[in-house]
Protein backbone atom coordinates (compact mmCIF):
# COMPACT_ATOMS: atom_id res chain seq x y z
CA UNK A 1 0.00 0.00 0.00
CA UNK A 2 3.16 2.12 0.85
CA UNK A 3 4.53 1.44 -2.28
CA UNK A 4 1.27 2.66 -4.52
CA UNK A 5 0.82 5.88 -2.09
CA UNK A 6 4.55 6.59 -3.35
CA UNK A 7 3.86 5.73 -7.21
CA UNK A 8 0.72 8.12 -7.17
CA UNK A 9 2.57 10.86 -5.76
CA UNK A 10 5.44 10.59 -7.44
CA UNK A 11 3.11 10.37 -11.03
CA UNK A 12 1.18 13.61 -10.14
CA UNK A 13 4.67 15.66 -9.50
CA UNK A 14 5.75 14.33 -12.46
CA UNK A 15 2.49 15.31 -14.38
CA UNK A 16 1.91 18.73 -12.44
CA UNK A 17 5.74 19.11 -13.68
CA UNK A 18 5.76 18.15 -17.05
CA UNK A 19 2.61 20.09 -17.72
CA UNK A 20 4.31 23.27 -16.16
CA UNK A 21 6.97 22.56 -18.08
CA UNK A 22 5.68 22.31 -21.03
CA UNK A 23 3.05 24.76 -21.06
CA UNK A 24 6.13 26.99 -20.42
CA UNK A 25 8.71 25.76 -23.06
CA UNK A 26 5.78 25.10 -25.78
CA UNK A 27 5.51 29.25 -24.87
CA UNK A 28 8.87 30.03 -25.33
CA UNK A 29 9.02 28.19 -28.35
CA UNK A 30 5.88 29.73 -29.46
CA UNK A 31 7.10 33.16 -29.22
CA UNK A 32 10.68 32.98 -30.50
CA UNK A 33 9.12 31.47 -33.47
CA UNK A 34 6.82 34.47 -34.10
CA UNK A 35 9.14 36.91 -33.58
CA UNK A 36 11.12 35.56 -36.67
CA UNK A 37 8.43 34.62 -38.99
CA UNK A 38 7.29 37.26 -41.53
CA UNK A 39 4.36 39.40 -40.81
CA UNK A 40 0.81 37.72 -41.38
CA UNK A 41 2.10 34.48 -40.37
CA UNK A 42 -0.79 32.62 -38.45
CA UNK A 43 -0.32 32.14 -34.63
CA UNK A 44 -0.73 28.81 -34.87
CA UNK A 45 2.40 28.08 -36.50
CA UNK A 46 4.17 28.92 -33.75
CA UNK A 47 1.95 26.39 -31.54
CA UNK A 48 2.93 24.01 -34.79
CA UNK A 49 6.73 24.78 -34.27
CA UNK A 50 6.51 24.81 -30.29
CA UNK A 51 4.52 20.92 -30.70
CA UNK A 52 7.03 19.44 -33.32
CA UNK A 53 10.30 21.04 -31.84
CA UNK A 54 9.30 20.02 -28.61
CA UNK A 55 7.58 16.48 -29.21
CA UNK A 56 10.42 15.03 -31.52
CA UNK A 57 12.83 14.25 -28.38
CA UNK A 58 10.16 12.86 -26.94
CA UNK A 59 9.36 10.41 -29.41
CA UNK A 60 13.30 10.19 -30.40
CA UNK A 61 13.66 8.63 -26.73
CA UNK A 62 11.30 6.10 -27.22
CA UNK A 63 12.93 4.96 -30.74
CA UNK A 64 15.89 5.08 -28.60
CA UNK A 65 14.80 2.80 -26.20
CA UNK A 66 12.95 0.56 -28.44
CA UNK A 67 15.49 0.20 -30.44
CA UNK A 68 17.97 -0.86 -27.46
CA UNK A 69 15.55 -3.43 -26.73
CA UNK A 70 15.72 -4.77 -30.17
CA UNK A 71 19.54 -4.31 -30.75
CA UNK A 72 19.34 -2.03 -33.39
CA UNK A 73 21.24 1.11 -34.30
CA UNK A 74 20.54 4.54 -32.28
CA UNK A 75 22.41 7.10 -34.38
CA UNK A 76 20.01 8.64 -36.01
CA UNK A 77 17.60 9.08 -33.46
CA UNK A 78 19.95 10.26 -31.09
CA UNK A 79 20.89 12.83 -34.01
CA UNK A 80 17.48 13.79 -33.33
CA UNK A 81 17.06 14.04 -29.86
CA UNK A 82 20.20 15.96 -29.42
CA UNK A 83 18.82 18.33 -32.26
CA UNK A 84 15.57 19.12 -30.86
CA UNK A 85 16.98 19.07 -27.68
CA UNK A 86 19.71 21.78 -29.07
CA UNK A 87 16.07 23.39 -30.53
CA UNK A 88 14.16 23.97 -27.72
CA UNK A 89 17.09 25.07 -25.22
CA UNK A 90 17.62 27.71 -28.02
CA UNK A 91 14.52 29.18 -27.48
CA UNK A 92 14.62 29.16 -24.30
CA UNK A 93 17.68 31.08 -24.21
CA UNK A 94 16.53 33.38 -26.97
CA UNK A 95 13.21 34.76 -25.14
CA UNK A 96 15.39 35.31 -22.07
CA UNK A 97 16.71 38.68 -20.66
CA UNK A 98 20.44 38.46 -21.55
CA UNK A 99 21.98 38.05 -17.84
CA UNK A 100 23.17 35.10 -16.74
CA UNK A 101 20.17 34.31 -14.16
CA UNK A 102 17.95 35.68 -17.45
CA UNK A 103 19.20 32.58 -18.93
CA UNK A 104 19.07 30.30 -16.60
CA UNK A 105 15.44 30.68 -15.32
CA UNK A 106 14.35 30.90 -19.17
CA UNK A 107 15.97 27.56 -19.55
CA UNK A 108 14.21 25.73 -16.58
CA UNK A 109 11.09 24.33 -18.61
CA UNK A 110 13.44 22.83 -21.14
CA UNK A 111 15.74 21.07 -19.00
CA UNK A 112 12.89 20.48 -16.54
CA UNK A 113 11.10 18.41 -19.71
CA UNK A 114 13.63 17.07 -21.22
CA UNK A 115 15.23 15.48 -17.45
CA UNK A 116 11.44 14.03 -17.16
CA UNK A 117 11.11 12.44 -20.43
CA UNK A 118 13.84 10.70 -19.71
CA UNK A 119 13.32 10.24 -15.75
CA UNK A 120 10.09 8.81 -17.27
CA UNK A 121 11.14 6.42 -20.23
CA UNK A 122 14.16 5.19 -19.07
CA UNK A 123 13.27 4.66 -15.79
CA UNK A 124 13.68 0.93 -14.44
CA UNK A 125 11.35 -1.99 -14.86
CA UNK A 126 9.26 -3.43 -12.64
CA UNK A 127 10.01 -6.84 -14.57
CA UNK A 128 12.92 -7.97 -13.23
CA UNK A 129 14.76 -10.92 -15.45
CA UNK A 130 14.57 -14.55 -14.36
CA UNK A 131 17.47 -15.06 -12.20
CA UNK A 132 20.33 -16.32 -14.16
CA UNK A 133 21.03 -20.19 -13.50
CA UNK A 134 23.59 -21.22 -11.32
CA UNK A 135 27.00 -21.70 -13.02
CA UNK A 136 27.68 -25.42 -13.05
CA UNK A 137 30.04 -27.14 -10.89
CA UNK A 138 33.84 -27.75 -12.23
CA UNK A 139 34.46 -30.83 -13.28
CA UNK A 140 36.90 -33.32 -12.10
CA UNK A 141 40.13 -33.40 -14.10
CA UNK A 142 40.18 -36.64 -14.97
CA UNK A 143 36.59 -36.36 -15.70
CA UNK A 144 38.00 -33.11 -18.35
CA UNK A 145 40.89 -35.14 -19.98
CA UNK A 146 38.26 -38.80 -20.21
CA UNK A 147 35.93 -36.21 -22.31
CA UNK A 148 39.01 -34.70 -24.30
CA UNK A 149 39.96 -38.43 -25.14
CA UNK A 150 36.56 -39.41 -26.22
CA UNK A 151 35.96 -36.65 -28.53
CA UNK A 152 37.76 -36.94 -31.70
CA UNK A 153 39.04 -33.88 -33.54
CA UNK A 154 38.39 -33.51 -37.22
CA UNK A 155 41.71 -33.31 -39.34
CA UNK A 156 40.99 -32.60 -43.19
CA UNK A 157 42.84 -34.66 -45.10
CA UNK A 158 46.02 -33.35 -47.42
CA UNK A 159 46.21 -34.80 -50.52
CA UNK A 160 48.66 -33.58 -53.39
CA UNK A 161 47.05 -30.66 -55.89
CA UNK A 162 48.34 -30.94 -59.30
CA UNK A 163 49.11 -27.62 -61.04
CA UNK A 164 48.24 -26.73 -64.56
CA UNK A 165 51.60 -27.83 -65.37
CA UNK A 166 51.18 -31.16 -63.86
CA UNK A 167 53.72 -30.65 -60.92
CA UNK A 168 52.22 -32.36 -57.65
CA UNK A 169 51.74 -29.11 -54.65
CA UNK A 170 52.31 -31.13 -51.53
CA UNK A 171 50.88 -29.95 -48.32
CA UNK A 172 47.69 -28.19 -49.96
CA UNK A 173 44.07 -29.22 -48.16
CA UNK A 174 41.28 -30.49 -50.82
CA UNK A 175 38.12 -31.08 -49.74
Do not use: C
Not at 48 to 70: D, H, Q, Y
Not at 99 to 115: D, I, K, N, R
Not at 152 to 175: E, H, K, L, Y
Amino acid sequence: MKERIESLALAAILTTVAVAAGWASFTHVHDWTMRHTPAGTPDAFGWVNAVISELVPVAALLTIKRRRRTGEPIGYPLALLIAAGTLSLSAQLAVAQPSPSGWLLSAVPALAFMALVKLIFTGTSTNTPPAAPAPAAVAAPAAKEQAQVETPVAVAPVRPIARPNGVPVIGQVTR
